[in-house]
């Protein structure tokens, strides 16, 4: 089969492109595209060609093989300036997703169609880069550049509709696609043709607005530089001649696409590509999951409850008694309420989501659920309480699986019958909005039970990574290292607010103090003191003296940072300084780059210590947890990428 071939309806050339699965823009196919626009141009009996793509989508963007390539002739803008100069029209005939590439190609057509839950979109800022093939040229001369910006800097793609609304698309299309598509066509030869995209005015706004927009992006990115650069392409299109624009965008592009931060960006991609579907796993089919059943209507509970509901399982909530199940449904419906509030759902979308969840203190309501996610509270006699009904209240081959973020999943799971039905699904809070799961498997764990909490991961669009048992498994143990070397560097009289600030200047949305104070240093406070209550060797930190002065974050209006009343605003604390003076050795200032610098390995330092453990299988999967759980820069790759440890153990 050919990945492009050519047939007739009439004087109407459909050319249908088949490269699977997602018909990305390989070399192959930019050469059979270019030989496709000669051949139509040559011949007689065709006016004009609809562009067509087999299976599931559009042109859906680059070949990923060639990420990180020197690109091979023929280039994608000479194939797209090849078809915008065809004699006759061609129709861009859109499903799925026509994304960078893919929509740079629709948009070198004269014309766009497409079915109604199409997506169209400029995601390359994803992966460090901005267009390379007149994005950011045609777009806003199509859909004006207010459009054309919040395309381009913010990756995002748009359904068909609003595509239609802002120009991108001429009509969305009901039926069956080819059909339609050969039927605009032929009603567009009827009328005069516009001309193509690059001959197209462009309202030139006024420069109050790329001034908004830049303060807005670099704000929004945090250190970013490929949203800036797409600004700037944008601005150069509206303002200068389409061929100086395109030789703009070409030249930003090429640039960017050596840049460290595109390097970072492919390193996500790739390790996010191969993390729902582990190569350990390839063969083991997970097992069905139906109906759901969730322990504890708590924030983890009913935030948990919200994820599978989002992911279509009807969920059953079971609380201690009736009013803590009426609790926890309220808190279930306080964040569908949320969601209609913020524009993500429909008062009817929020309505079914809720229609969908029972709740009751009764646990012989499991009896046919096919997985139980348990979420109450972190202790160990607890925990052990709750499988201990759920063994009696479950079938034999349900899945059962603890949230716990901290205590070991084998004590937990001590006397249950069938153990390789047991496992640890780890959610991060809030859990609906959260990316990340930890899946963290007991030595019982069976094969099957393993693969249905990624397939779960998978329904829930979650990113998953494989954990072994230790204390805080991936990320807290990460986490408590991190927050252990900031104390360090308070102790030698760095600046806490300095700390914070150099870590917000690397990329984070706030530093480890200011987390804290928002999470509550009461938390690990009690982990801690749980610890030494078990007669384990555990230091005394900076934070356990803040938390017995009763200072445990923004709840109790100081933590590291005194709050003012109703205010979220940390201010340097006199109180804290004379706290821990004690504890403070001499007056260090540290540049903030190094400050990073210390952290970040620091960070790097314990996954390497947890990779030589086999606590996590690749160091791709660190850069996971961190970025997706503990808002690590997206854009810098994650510690171990930036320490150069990824690619050094498989």
Not at 89 to 117: K, N, Q, Y
Request: a neutral charge; hydrophobic letters at 50%.
């Amino acid at each position: 089969m050919p990945i492009v071939s050519i047939a007739r309806e009439g004087d109407i050339a459909v050319v249908t492109i088949d490269n699977p699965p997602v018909n990305a823009l390989s070399q192959a196919l930019r050469q059979a595209l270019l030989e496709a626009a000669e051949t139509l141009d040559a011949d007689p009996d065709v006016r004009a060609a609809v562009l067509l793509c087999a299976g599931r989508t559009f042109i859906a963007g680059a070949d990923v093989t060639e990420f990180g390539k020197p690109p091979q002739p023929p280039h994608l803008p000479d194939v797209i300036a090849r078809i915008e100069a065809a004699a006759k029209p061609w129709v861009a005939a859109i499903h799925g997703s026509a994304l960078g590439g893919g929509l740079e190609v629709a948009l070198g057509c004269r014309f766009r169609v497409a079915v109604a839950d199409a997506s169209v979109g400029l995601p390359e800022v994803t992966l460090g880069i901005v267009p390379g093939a007149g994005g950011t040229v045609r777009t806003p001369r199509l859909a004006g550049a207010v459009a054309a910006v919040e395309l381009a800097t913010t990756g995002k793609p748009v359904r068909a509709p609003k595509a239609r609304d802002i120009g991108l698309v001429d009509a969305v299309v009901g039926g069956d696609l080819r059909a339609a598509a050969i039927a605009f066509a032929r009603e567009a030869l009827g009328k005069p043709l516009p001309g193509p995209a690059s001959r197209r005015a462009v309202e030139v706004p006024d420069p109050a607005f790329w001034t908004g927009q830049e303060a807005a992006i670099a704000k929004r990115a945090r250190g970013e530089i490929a949203p800036l650069k797409a600004l700037a392409c944008v601005r150069h299109a509206v303002e200068a001649p389409f061929d100086d624009a395109m030789a703009f965008e070409r030249e930003t592009f090429l640039a960017l696409r050596g840049s460290a931060q595109a390097a970072a960006l492919r390193h996500v991609f790739f390790a996010e590509r191969a993390a729902p579907r582990p190569a350990h796993l390839a063969g083991v089919a997970p097992l069905p999951v139906r109906r759901a059943g969730v322990i504890g209507g708590g924030t983890m509970g009913a935030g948990i409850a919200a994820a599978l509901r989002d992911a279509g399982l009807p969920v059953t909530l079971i609380e201690r008694d009736e009013e803590a199940v009426a609790r926890g449904l309220a808190n279930v419906g306080a964040i569908f309420e949320g969601a209609v509030k913020r524009g993500r759902l429909t008062d009817a979308q929020a309505a079914d989501r809720m229609a969908g969840i029972s709740g009751t203190a009764d646990h012989a309501a499991l009896a046919d659920v096919d997985l139980v996610i348990e979420a109450v509270f972190e202790e160990i006699g607890v925990k052990r309480a709750v499988f201990a009904q759920l063994a009696t209240a479950c079938r034999p081959d349900a899945v059962l699986a603890t949230n716990t973020s901290y205590l070991d999943p084998r004590a937990i799971a001590v006397g249950l019958p069938n153990p390789g039905r047991f496992i640890g699904l780890h959610f991060f809070s809030p859990a609906n909005i959260m990316k990340l799961l930890e899946i963290v498997p007991v030595p019982e764990t069976a094969p099957e039970t393993l693969a249905t909490g990624f397939a779960l991961a998978r329904s829930l669009g979650k990113v998953p990574v494989q954990a072994g048992i230790c204390e805080g498994f991936i990320g807290n143990r990460i986490l408590k290292r991190y927050r252990a070397g900031a104390e360090a560097l308070v102790r030698r009289g760095v600046a806490i607010a300095a700390i914070d600030a150099a870590m917000r200047d690397f990329g984070f949305a706030m530093g480890p103090f200011e987390a804290q104070d928002l999470g509550g240093l009461d938390i690990a406070f009690l982990q801690r003191e749980g610890a030494r209550a078990a007669g384990r060797d555990t230091p005394e930190t900076l934070g356990d003296i803040l938390v017995r002065a009763g200072r445990k974050g923004q709840k109790t209006g100081g933590g590291w940072y005194d709050y003012a009343p109703g205010e979220r605003k940390p201010l340097p604390s006199v109180t804290v300084a004379e706290l821990i003076a004690p504890a403070v050795a001499g007056g260090e200032t540290l540049p903030r780059a190094a400050i990073a610098d210390y952290l970040v390995a620091e960070m790097a330092a314990e996954g390497a210590a947890i990779l030589a453990e086999g606590i996590a299988r690749r160091p791709e999967d660190i850069d996971l947890v961190e970025i997706h759980g503990y808002g690590f820069p997206r854009w810098r790759g994650g510690p171990m990428h930036l320490r150069g440890a990824v690619g050094t153990q498989r």
